[in-house]
């Protein structure tokens, strides 16, 4: 089935993610280093299983938004980003930590296109994994001494869990509000977004206004980021994601594509598609079906759309030094496709 190139509406950036992260591609480098030891550095099961989870690669946005917001200048010439790349390293640890996570809850099989951690070595393994990871951010931070960023990362990570519980308290209530969604997908991934560029930011010693202005571009840059990962296991294919599809509503989890169905179907249709959706086994081709029929990847899109324009607008008094590439980065961000 042939849906919509995601994000029409957007004018691409002609620019590759290597492109786009060219300024702090020396930096980011390091931090792919740093994750390569701390993988490397443990014994036995330990060792095995997070060097198999920090070689996997990634595209690394939290990192390079971390980076870029810490290079400002604002015409006092550039300043050494030693701590900024510690804290990179930090954000990658947390969010593979949650990936690893998340993959537990979700019976996923595939990531980056290698089995699961869970797959791999089994649930136990992975739990104390995921637990390690934390663990190990935290270290980093704190080895920083910024007590800002220590908090922030903190309550981030104490809001990421909430907002995982919350979703999982609702599974399959096909009744789910576009607010709740919001509420859920704000705290589990949107926070942790905005609190790498306001750490970077704050690493720089910018004014706080500037450091509240880059956290309000990374908050709704995080909540496009996520309705689009949600419109892509719907629609994507396992190949180009490479990681499992279909793994929200398998596990009765409402999504936004699913919310602005729910809403658009009326008399059988909607009770069909109710039926469909608290089966233990959906049926994705008529799902997918009734979402080419009624449009739902464009409503989708001008959702991700209206947070992406809200997340640049954030941007508007700042230099083309700074503004350019993240808009180029939250461009990249909508408008992918895996």
Request: aromatic share 6%; charged share 25%; proline share 3%.
């Amino acid at each position: 089935m042939t849906f919509p190139k995601i994000i029409d509406s957007v004018p691409s950036p002609n620019l590759s993610l290597k492109q786009i992260v060219s300024p702090i591609l020396k930096s980011l480098n390091v931090v792919e280093e740093k994750l390569k030891e701390i993988g490397e550095e443990s014994e036995g099961i330990l060792k095995e299983s997070s060097a198999y989870v920090l070689s996997s690669g990634g595209k690394r946005l939290r990192a390079a938004l971390v980076l870029f917001c810490a290079s400002i200048t604002n015409g006092k010439g550039p300043k050494p980003l030693d701590a900024a790349v510690e804290i990179a390293t930090a954000v990658e640890l947390i969010h593979s930590a949650t990936l690893v996570h998340d993959d537990i809850i979700d019976r996923a099989v595939l990531r980056r296109l290698k089995p699961t951690v869970n797959v791999r070595f089994g649930e136990e393994v992975s739990v104390l994994l995921g637990d390690f990871l934390y663990a190990k951010a935290f270290e980093i931070i704190a080895q920083v001494g910024k007590d800002s960023v220590t908090r922030w990362m903190a309550e981030t990570t104490q809001k990421m869990c909430q907002g995982e519980l919350d979703q999982l308290k609702h599974r399959y209530r096909s009744d789910l509000s576009l607010d709740e969604y919001l509420s859920f997908i704000e705290r589990k991934t949107a926070t942790l977004i905005a609190t790498c560029s306001r750490s970077g930011a704050h690493l720089a010693e910018v004014s706080n206004e500037q450091q509240d202005a880059l956290y309000a571009y990374g908050l709704y840059m995080g909540i496009s980021f996520q309705m689009i990962d949600d419109l892509l296991d719907v629609i994507g294919m396992e190949k180009k994601l490479g990681k499992t599809v279909h793994t929200d509503l398998g596990n009765g989890k409402m999504t936004l594509p699913l919310i602005l169905l729910m809403e658009t179907l009326s008399g059988s249709e909607k009770k069909e598609f109710h039926k469909k959706i608290n089966s233990l086994t959906p049926d994705w081709k008529a799902i997918q079906t009734l979402i080419q029929k009624h449009k739902i990847v464009e409503q989708t899109e001008r959702f991700a759309n209206e947070y992406f324009l809200r997340a640049n607008q954030s941007l508007q008094s700042f230099g083309p030094a700074i503004r350019i590439p993240l808009e180029n980065l939250s461009r990249f961000m909508i408008a992918r496709d895996y």
